[in-house]
């Protein structure tokens, strides 16, 4: 009798996997599992707590490691993002939204980026301010127009 695969599910990293993008200390991130899933975490931890959330069934790193500071520009730079297709509040009644795939587009041109760089959850703190600096730009001159009219 044959054994039966799973077609889908690939096989978990072993624990103790190192990721492949070095900690921002320097230092390597360690697959690690906890009662949330499995993550990626500092190996200088506690004295480093950087973080990295692992994709649960194949233990591949979601993003590059990120301290608390990093994690909460990632999450402001998102909601600033997500306002370009319309999500989200304080968007100018004159401001169509875009496609998402338009907005990642406008987001790389504006940011120099290529289409494997631009995920917010591989920005730098610096690169997420960037991100709500150039939509708060772009919704600025929206109300610039509408206020003209
Ligand atoms: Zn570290």
Partial sequence: MALVEDPVAEPC????TICEHPCLCGGAMQLRDSKYGLFYGCASFPNCEATVGAHQATGRPLGTP???ETKQARIDAHEWFDKLWGKGEGIPESFEPM???QAYAWLRHRMNLGK???HIGLFSKVQCDLVGELVRSKLARMQDRQEKR
């Avoid at 990293?13 to 103790?16: Q, S």
Wanted: hydrophobic share 25%.
């Fill in 13 to 16: 990293l072993p624990l103790g």
């Fill in 116 to 118: 494997d760089e631009c």
């Fill in 99 to 101: 496609r998402r795939g």
């Fill in 66 to 68: 990120a301290d608390k």
